[in-house]
C-alpha cells in the first residue's frame, strides 16, 4: 500500500480571509485539510466548507490565548466595509489613522461591533467580555489607567486627547476611556487605600521615623512644602515616604510653617515617633524649629534634649558654599567665559588657537567649552578646560589684536585655585547624588575631609583666595555647629570605623583640642544610649518579640511570666547598659571591603546587641540630604511644572504623594507589591 504523504497544496485562488492566518492549508490525496498552526488540529480545508467552522475553533483554541479573536474578526468587515468608502479606497484601517489630516471622522475611533456567524451562548455578565479563553476586565484597566497616570506624572487631561484614544481602541476595542474628571476621581480613590498602607507601616513601625522637609517653587512663583518619612523597616531597608505636599501662602512666616508641619504630625499620629528633622536651608528656620520642639517635648521628651532634632541638609550646604565662591569669583568667571567665547566665535580663530596650542606644547584632549550659567558644574568644567589652555591663552594677544579679555598671571592663579576649591566640592556633591538610599554614616568622612581643606585654604598668603575660603568656611561652620555629633555618632555606630575614624579626623582637624572633643562625642553616645536602655519603649519591643516566639511553645506559662521578664529586665539593667555598648566598642572593627551593607550588618548582629541596634536603626535613617539629585547641581531649587501647579492643592498632593508610593524600585526596597509585576489586560479564565 503506498503512503501518499501531505504536501501544501496548490493555491488555485487566493485566500482572502484572515482566519487563514492561523492556518496550514495541506492536500491529502484529493482532500484538502486546515491544520492550525496553534495546536496542530487537522480541520477540513476545502473551498466548498468555508471559513466559519475554523472561526468556531480558533474561539476555543487554548493554545492560542495570547491573541485577540476580536480583532481578526474585525479586521475583514473592516476591510470590507471601508473598500467602498474614501478612506478604503487609500487602504487607511483602523490602525492606520493619518494624524497629519485636518479632522479625523468619529466612526475611525469607534471600533466596529463584534458579530461572530456562529450560535454563542449569551451570558449576563457585568463589565466582563469573553472572548473564548479569555476575559477582559474593565474596572481593573480603568484603575491601571489610573496608576500609570499616577506614577509616571502624566497629565489628567491625557485621556481626552484624540491620539490617546486611537491607541487605547486599537490596542482593546472594548476598553471604555473615561474622562478626565472619572480619572481624576480613580486616582483619589487609589491615594486614599495608598495613604493608608503608608499609615499601617509607619503606625507598626516598632523604632522612630525621621523627618525631611523641602521647599518647592513654581513658575508663577507660588510655594510648597513636601514633608517626608525617612524609616528604617524591621528589615532594615531603609524607606522614604511622601507625607505631605503643601501649598503655602506667599505671605507664610516661620508661625505658619510650624503650625503647618505640626498639624501632618497630629494627622499622621507620629509625634510621639519622631527622631530628627530636617531641613534644607542650614541658616534658616529657627524660629519654627524652636517651636515644633516645643511643641514636641509637651507630649514627650526629645531624645539627649532635642540635641540631635536639628539637622541641615548638606547638598544645599555644598550648594550655599558654590554660590559663595561664584558671587567671590564673578568677574573672574565672567573674563574666563568671554575669553572662551571669543576664541569659539569664528572657526578660523578656533583654528589659529589650536595652531598655538601645539606650539607652546599642549596636547589635552579637552576642548574648550562653554558654561551653562545655572549649573555651576558646568562652569567648574569651564575653568578646568580655560586653565589647560593657558598658555596658549597668553600667546593668543600677539596672534590676534582684537583679543582684549586675557586674564593676568594673578588672574590665572585664582582660577587654577579656584578649580580646585569646585573639584572638592564636586567630589563630595557626587558621593552624595551618586547613593540612591544612603544612610548617615557614609557622610562623615566626606565632611571631614572638607573641614581639614577648608582650614588649609584659610591660610592661604593670597588676600583674595583667603577672603573667599574664610567666606565659604563661615558657612560651613554653621552646619558644623548642628549635624557633627549626629555624623560622629553615626559613624560610630559603623562596625569598620567605631571611635577610631573620630579620633582619626578630631586629631587633623583639632589639634590638640581633639582630646576634649573626642570625650564630648563619646559622652554624647554614651547618653543617647542609656536613654535607649531607659526607654520602656525598648522593653516593650524586645518583650512583644519575645512573647511571640513563646507563645507557641510554652503557652500560658507565657502570662504567668510576664512580670518575672520585667522584673529580669530592671534588676539587670545596669549590667546592660555596660556590656551592650562597650562590647560592642572594644570588639574589633570589621574589615573594610567593597561589598559590605552596614544594614545588613546589623540585622544580623540584632541579637548581640539588642539595644544598640535599636539605637543604629534610628541614627542610621535620618535623611542627611533632602535635595533631588536633578538639582544638586543647579543654582535654583526644585520647581514644580506647569501642570501640577495648576490644579487643585487636594488633587495635586494626591498625584505627588501617590507618585511616591506607587513608584517601584525593586533593587533598593525588595518590595513585593500587587503592582510591581505587570497585570496584563487580559488574563485566562480559569
Request: proline share 3%; charged share 25%.
Amino acid at each position: 500500500m503506498e503512503i501518499v504523504s501531505e504536501v501544501p497544496a496548490k493555491k488555485t485562488k487566493r485566500l482572502t480571509s484572515v482566519v487563514w492566518n492561523h492556518f496550514e492549508r495541506v492536500r491529502k490525496a484529493d482532500a484538502q485539510y486546515a491544520i492550525c498552526i496553534h495546536c496542530k488540529k487537522k480541520l477540513s480545508g476545502s473551498s466548498n466548507s468555508g471559513t466559519t467552522h475554523l472561526r468556531n475553533h480558533l474561539l476555543r483554541c487554548l493554545k492560542r490565548s495570547n491573541y485577540d479573536v476580536s480583532q481578526i474578526l474585525s479586521a475583514k468587515r473592516k476591510r470590507k466595509e471601508t473598500s467602498q468608502s474614501p478612506i478604503g479606497q487609500s487602504n487607511l484601517g483602523l490602525t492606520s489613522i493619518n494624524y497629519d489630516d485636518g479632522k479625523i471622522k468619529d466612526e475611525i475611533l469607534i471600533p466596529m461591533p463584534l458579530k461572530i456567524e456562529m450560535e454563542q451562548k449569551k451570558e449576563d455578565i457585568n463589565q466582563t467580555i469573553n472572548l473564548g479563553s479569555v476575559k477582559f476586565d474593565q474596572e481593573r484597566s480603568r484603575l491601571d489607567l489610573a496608576r500609570m497616570i499616577m506614577l509616571h506624572g502624566y497629565p489628567l487631561a491625557m485621556v481626552d486627547h484624540v491620539g490617546f484614544k486611537i491607541f487605547v481602541k486599537n490596542l482593546q476595542p472594548m476598553f471604555e476611556v473615561n474622562n478626565n474628571g472619572s480619572v481624576e476621581i480613580d486616582c483619589m480613590a487609589i491615594y486614599e487605600k495608598e495613604k493608608q498602607k503608608v499609615y499601617d507601616a509607619i503606625h507598626y513601625l516598632h523604632g522612630r521615623i525621621s523627618l525631611s522637609l523641602d521647599m518647592w517653587g513654581s513658575p508663577e512663583s507660588s510655594e510648597y512644602i513636601s514633608l517626608t518619612a525617612n524609616f528604617i523597616d524591621e528589615d532594615w531597608r531603609l524607606q522614604k515616604k511622601m507625607l505631605n505636599f503643601i501649598s503655602l501662602d506667599p505671605s507664610h512666616t516661620d508661625d505658619v510653617l510650624s503650625e503647618v508641619i505640626i498639624k501632618s504630625l497630629t494627622d499622621w499620629t507620629i509625634d510621639r515617633k519622631l527622631f530628627s528633622m530636617t531641613f534644607d536651608d542650614c541658616s534658616a528656620y529657627e524660629i519654627m524649629v524652636f517651636k515644633i520642639k516645643d511643641w514636641l517635648s509637651q507630649n514627650r521628651p526629645l531624645l539627649k534634649g532635642g540635641e540631635l532634632f536639628d539637622v541641615r541638609c548638606v547638598t544645599h550646604l555644598l550648594k550655599s558654599i558654590v554660590q559663595e565662591v561664584m558671587e567671590s569669583c564673578r568677574d573672574l568667571i565672567h573674563k574666563i567665559r568671554e575669553c572662551i567665547r571669543h576664541v569659539k566665535s569664528t572657526q578660523a580663530l578656533l583654528a589659529k588657537f589650536n595652531e598655538i596650542s601645539v606650539q607652546v606644547g599642549i596636547s589635552s584632549g579637552r576642548r574648550l567649552i562653554l558654561d551653562c550659567p545655572m549649573q555651576w558644574n558646568s562652569t567648574y568644567m569651564m575653568i578646568v578646560s580655560a586653565v589647560e589652555y593657558r598658555a596658549a591663552f597668553c600667546l593668543l594677544q600677539e596672534h590676534d589684536h582684537s583679543y582684549s579679555k586675557t586674564l593676568t598671571e594673578t588672574e590665572w592663579e585664582w582660577a587654577c585655585s579656584i578649580s580646585g576649591y569646585l573639584k572638592v566640592l564636586l567630589e563630595f556633591t557626587n558621593v552624595v547624588v551618586g547613593n540612591k538610599y544612603p544612610t548617615t554614616n557614609i557622610f562623615f568622612p566626606e565632611i571631614c575631609d572638607l573641614h581639614i581643606q577648608l582650614n588649609e585654604w584659610c591660610k592661604t598668603p593670597d588676600d583674595f583666595l583667603s577672603s573667599v575660603a574664610l567666606k565659604m568656611k563661615l558657612k560651613f561652620d554653621t552646619y558644623w555647629s548642628k549635624c557633627s555629633l549626629v555624623l560622629a555618632i553615626a559613624t560610630i555606630l559603623d562596625p569598620r570605623f567605631k571611635m577610631k575614624l573620630v579620633e582619626y579626623y578630631f586629631k587633623q582637624i583639632y589639634g590638640s583640642a581633639a582630646s576634649d572633643q573626642i570625650k564630648e562625642v563619646s559622652a554624647g553616645l554614651r547618653e543617647l544610649f542609656n536613654e535607649y536602655s531607659m526607654s520602656p519603649s525598648s522593653f516593650d519591643q524586645d518583650s512583644n518579640l519575645l512573647g511571640g516566639s513563646l507563645s507557641s511553645s510554652s503557652g500560658g506559662s507565657r502570662d504567668k511570666l510576664k512580670g518575672f521578664d520585667k522584673f529580669l529586665f530592671e534588676t539587670s539593667q545596669s549590667q546592660n547598659i555596660s556590656s551592650d555598648l562597650d562590647k560592642y566598642l572594644e570588639e574589633l572593627v570589621f574589615p573594610r571591603n567593597g561589598d559590605f551593607s552596614i544594614l545588613n550588618w546589623w540585622k544580623v548582629h540584632t541579637p548581640r546587641y539588642p539595644i544598640l541596634s535599636m539605637m543604629a536603626r534610628d541614627v542610621l535613617g535620618i535623611p542627611v540630604s533632602t535635595l533631588a539629585p536633578e538639582v544638586a547641581f543647579s543654582n535654583s531649587g526644585r520647581v514644580l511644572d506647569q501642570y501640577h501647579s495648576s490644579i487643585s492643592p487636594d488633587t495635586r498632593e494626591a498625584l505627588l504623594c501617590g507618585q511616591d508610593w506607587l513608584r517601584i524600585e525593586p533593587e533598593a526596597t525588595n518590595l513585593t507589591l500587587s503592582y510591581s509585576s505587570p497585570m496584563p489586560l487580559a488574563v485566562e479564565t480559569s
